[in-house]
């Protein structure tokens, strides 16, 4: 059962057609997008009311381009545009984290605490003794080891 029916689209016996209505207001949204419109100017223009995140959503929607169960909407060619667009943007704005594999980055991490051999009566004292006993270790992407709270 579909939880979610993409904007565009509607069920008819079963299968997903294409809503032609919301279907031009979809084609509409791309090509403000790539004339340089912002997300919410683009979906204002096409006359789509949505939040930014769900209009960001929308244009990096495979299921306009290709699905086997919805049928496209949008051509292959513009949908690959506006991904290069969304990139380029995002790239501009500095919202692209690229790792540079200079870092060292922390794999996994081990967590071991010995028997406690004291009793408190008090349960805080005794859960704050307890969490003294307690040793990390972490094994680094190179295979390095290192204990306590950093990576060397």
Do not use: W
Not at 108 to 125: G, R, T
């Amino acid at each position: 059962m579909l939880s979610h029916i993409p904007f565009g689209y509607s069920i008819q016996n079963g299968r997903a057609v294409v809503n032609e209505k919301e279907a031009l207001k979809i084609k509409e949204l791309f090509e403000a997008y790539l004339s340089g419109l912002s997300l919410t100017e683009a979906a204002k223009k096409a006359g789509i009311k949505r939040y930014h995140t769900s209009i960001a959503r929308m244009l990096k929607d495979k299921r306009y381009v290709e699905d086997k169960f919805y049928p496209p909407i949008i051509n292959r060619d513009i949908f690959e545009e506006a991904q290069l667009e969304r990139r380029r943007r995002a790239e501009a704005l500095g919202r692209i984290y690229e790792h540079k594999g200079n870092e060292k980055k922390c794999l996994n991490f081990k967590f071991h605490a010995s028997m406690p051999d004291k009793l408190y009566d008090d349960p805080f004292q005794q859960a704050e003794y307890a969490y003294s006993l307690i040793k990390s270790e972490v094994i680094l992407d190179d295979n390095e080891e290192c204990y306590g709270n950093s990576c060397s």
